[in-house]
């Protein structure tokens, strides 16, 4: 079966320091990975999507990105932390792009 | 471009009282329509989907939903609700090209 990891599960950061989470993939192959940010009241923002390696879209300009080294990994980073990026950042995956998306637990990142 | 109203961010009902959560989309393509639900600091777990053929959908916990696209709505109900439905629920519209938008969320709680 297919299964999600994503890590770590907390993490507080001062401003201006670097970021970078991990998203990992297992029983799947080629699967469409995802990143979303989570803020209080404001649903769920789709940051990136890739539909393949080395293939990253992104859908809101900021100071975070993302790359996909290998076919079921695929990490959120940022250069220097704002406050604004604080939130739970939710990986996804899915076989394809009308299918439903399977969740990892998610990363409450706090910048302080 | 797609969107997703979740119009209600908060619904409590009493225990054992049937409950609606009311979702309008829209899209300019035929979409997949999804609903997830989030427990505190946890990922989303799908509830339910519509991709095609029947527009009542039932899904995991008693849930179901109707899709009705001249309302362009996917609501969901359950006829009486329990203490353990306490969550957040997330409506999700899916028009293919890799992307699924997600509404703002409604939460759920039921009181004893």
């Known amino acids: 079966s297919q299964t999600i990891h994503q890590w770590p599960a907390t993490l507080v950061q001062p401003v201006g320091s670097p970021l970078s989470l991990e998203c990992t993939v297992e029983?799947?192959?080629?699967?469409?990975l995802y990143w979303y940010r989570q803020a209080a009241g404001r649903g769920l923002q789709l940051l990136f999507y890739s539909v393949g390696i080395g293939q990253i879209s992104s859908e809101v300009p900021q100071n975070l990105s993302a790359s996909r080294p290998q076919d079921r990994q695929f990490i959120l980073s940022s250069k220097k932390l704002l406050l604004s990026d604080s939130g739970f950042y939710l990986c996804?995956?899915?076989?394809?792009?009308?299918?439903?998306?399977?969740f990892g637990n998610g990363t409450r990142l706090t910048v302080t | 471009a797609q969107s997703v109203t979740q119009l209600d961010s908060q619904v409590p009902v009493f225990e054992e009282a049937p409950v609606e959560l009311r979702c309008n989309y829209s899209?300019?393509?035929?979409?997949?329509l999804f609903w997830y639900v989030q427990y505190p600091n946890q990922g989303l777990q799908l509830l339910l989907k519509?991709?095609?053929?029947?527009?009542l959908v039932k899904g995991i916990n008693g849930f179901e939903a109707e899709f009705n696209k001249s309302q362009t709505s996917f609501h969901l109900r359950k006829p009486s609700v329990h203490i353990s439905d306490t969550a957040e629920y997330f409506c999700?519209?899916?028009?293919?090209?890799?992307?699924?938008?997600f509404g703002t969320g409604t939460k759920l709680q039921v009181i004893p």
């Open positions: 029983g799947t192959s080629n699967p469409n």
């Open positions: 996804a995956w899915s076989p394809h792009g009308d299918s439903p998306l399977h």
């Open positions: 899209s300019s393509v035929s979409v997949y």
């Open positions: 519509y991709l095609s053929g029947s527009t």
């Open positions: 999700a519209v899916s028009g293919g090209y890799q992307k699924v938008t």
